[in-house]
């Protein structure tokens, strides 16, 4: 008797990537936890966005955002360079299209860290390969301390996030997956676990085809 172990079929590998989308009121934590999730996922890549707002301290231009003026974002705009974009305070935010089709045919996920505006796009745009996930935070107390505690606007700018975060929660219920941030680690765990089922999804497992057709050959 042989105890040698069944070859794994050779369709197996191959598949579709998808578009993972988080969104939150500011200060929930999305951005922390979208850099984590890409840290422990080397075939997940970001979309880094093009915006018009001037770069907080800490931020690089390519790395957080490519940092652009009015003009240049309405150039871009103009040559149909984003898959989505959408006004966001005083400020315009877009996704590039053009990363973004370079992973999804590589087979990669790619996250988007965008509002519930550029969430509902994409949606329309590319139903099939869009997965909602939208971040709760634990009450609006902590959010409004997360807030604070950046230290990186003013009394108005953070009462106008306060604002924006309400308005934002309000689509939690347009998102598949919800998630309360209330530690950190919790939060990144049922991400994880979002992304293994999403990719054990059929649509995502093209080989699956090929797969059933030899075992049906099989019997034949
Ligand atoms: P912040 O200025 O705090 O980095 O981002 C403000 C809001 O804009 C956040 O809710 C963020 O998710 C959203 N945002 C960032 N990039 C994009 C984008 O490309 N498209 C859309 N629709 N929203 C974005």
Redesign the pocket.
Known sequence: MSNERPKAPRYRGGRRGMMLVF?SP?GAGKTTLSKRLIMHHPDVVLSV?T?T?PPRPGESDGEDYFFVDHEAFERQLAADEFY???K??DHY???PKGPVEDAMSEGRDVVF???W??AKQLAEKAPRDVVRVFILPPSMKLLEDRLRKRGQDSDTVIDGRMARAEAEISHWEEYDYVIVNEDFSGALEEIELILKAERLKRARRPWLRGFVDELMKERR
Do not use: C, W
């Open positions: 969104s500011s966005s915006t707002r989505e974009y959408a966001v305070f935010y877009g996704t860290d965008i509002d505006q550029g």
